[in-house]
Nanobody
Framework: VQLQASGGGAVQAGGFLRLPCVASGRSFSSYAIGWFRQAQGREREFVAAITYSGAGSYYTDSVKGRFYVSRDNSKNTVYLQMNNLRPEDTAVYYC??????????????????WGQGTQVSVSS
């Protein structure tokens, strides 16, 4: 599967963005999807993940209540809705796909397929 994330941009603190991650190829619903981000000079970190059907999801603590992940398998697309953005959310955001599912896992290792990143910049 090939993934392409988009929707990044520059916003002020308190603003919102929605990042779509569009997949090409078959059997999109066979992949759990994760979102990660990497700020300049920092390691990549987990943001959120969603199950194959979209019935389950989980988030890193810093985005709980502000970010929401959803998917539309008929459109081969996963969305990351980001509300009440903060300057510390500034990073390049990546989507990635894995074939297994371990609820709560924040490791990037199991993700086999990665999209190119999209830059999100939040100013104060």
């Amino acid at each position: 599967v090939q993934l392409q994330a988009s929707g990044g941009g520059a916003v002020q603190a308190g603003g919102f963005l929605r990042l779509p991650c569009v997949a090409s190829g078959r059997s999109f619903s066979s992949y759990a999807i994760g979102w990660f981000r990497q700020a300049q000079g920092r390691e990549r970190e987990f943001v959120a993940a969603i199950t194959y059907s979209g019935a389950g999801s989980y988030y890193t603590d810093s985005v709980k209540g502000r970010f929401y992940v959803s998917r539309d398998n008929s459109k081969n697309t996963v969305y990351l809705q980001m509300n009440n953005l903060r300057p510390e959310d500034t990073a390049v955001y990546y989507c990635a796909a894995r074939t297994d599912w371990y609820a709560g896992s924040q490791s990037s290792t199991p993700y086999r397929y990665w999209g190119q990143g999209t830059q999100v910049s939040v100013s104060s």
